[in-house]
T-cell receptor
Framework: DADVTQTPRNRITKTGKRIMLECSQT?????MYWYRQDPGLGLRLIYY???????NKGEISDGYSVSRQAQAKFSLSLESAIPNQTALYFC???????????FGPGTRLTVL | RKEVEQDPGPFNVPEGATVAFNCTYS??????FFWYRQDCRKEPKLLMS???SGNEDGRFTAQLNRASQYISLLIRDSKLSDSATYLC??????????FGSGTRLQVQP
């Protein structure tokens, strides 16, 4: 079984809809991250969390919110989706800030 | 200026060739450096860390030049399976890693 899972894997939604992307991990790591990837722009950090009581904005947090429900779960929400949020979203975990990050398989989100 | 800059490629090379990628970074306070590999439509995975003294892992060699603020990745004897995008990654001391946009390698038979 995969150590980092993401649901859904693919999602098509309409402008203005609320959507939640979920991430779960079995690696026992404290640190979890949400990134989006766009062609030519690489991975950009949306939010990160170092434990259940620690939530931090990344470089592109506007339009997104997160919830760390437990050590193993970190959810990303788009309150009112817009087309420029169409992207590939990755969740990642690590045991330390400079340690290896382990990524989930990604969620491909399309906002029409 | 971007914090991490990479030539997007693609680098098209024949099997067996040696290919090198460079990555430049702007934050001189960066402490740790890595190369990640990302296959098409897949998640990134750590390829190797980059140490000040340089390091080698089989056909892959990574180098760090702090004075000129760049890191490099050398792949010898390229295989078809090396075709992927290679991401330059560094720790800039901001509690999370910074990823470059990647260099695409296509190894051709």
């Amino acid at each position: 079984d995969a150590d980092v899972t993401q649901t859904p894997r693919n999602r098509i939604t309409k402008t203005g809809k609320r959507i939640m992307l979920e991430c779960s991990q079995t690696k026992g790591h404290d640190r979890m991250y949400w990134y989006r990837q766009d062609p030519g722009l690489g991975l950009r950090l949306i939010y990160y969390s170092f434990d259940v009581k620690d939530i931090n904005k990344g470089e592109i947090s506007d339009g997104y919110s997160v919830s760390r429900q437990a050590q193993a779960k970190f959810s990303l929400s788009l309150e009112s989706a817009i087309p420029n949020q169409t992207a590939l979203y990755f969740c990642a975990t690590s045991s330390g800030s400079t340690d290896t990050q382990y990524f989930g398989p990604g969620t491909r989100l399309t906002v029409l | 200026r971007k914090e991490v800059e990479q030539d997007p490629g693609p680098f098209n090379v024949p099997e067996g060739a040696t290919v090198a990628f460079n990555c430049t970074y702007s934050n001189s306070a960066s402490q740790s450096f890595f190369w990640y590999r990302q296959d098409c439509r897949k998640e990134p995975k750590l390829l190797m860390s980059v140490y000040s003294s340089g390091n080698e892992d089989g056909r892959f060699t990574a180098q760090l030049n702090r004075a000129s603020q760049y890191i490099s990745l050398l792949i010898r004897d390229s295989k078809l399976s090396d075709s992927a995008t290679y991401l330059c990654v560094l720790d800039t001391g901001r509690r999370a890693l910074t990823f470059g946009s990647g260099t695409r390698l296509q190894v051709q038979p």
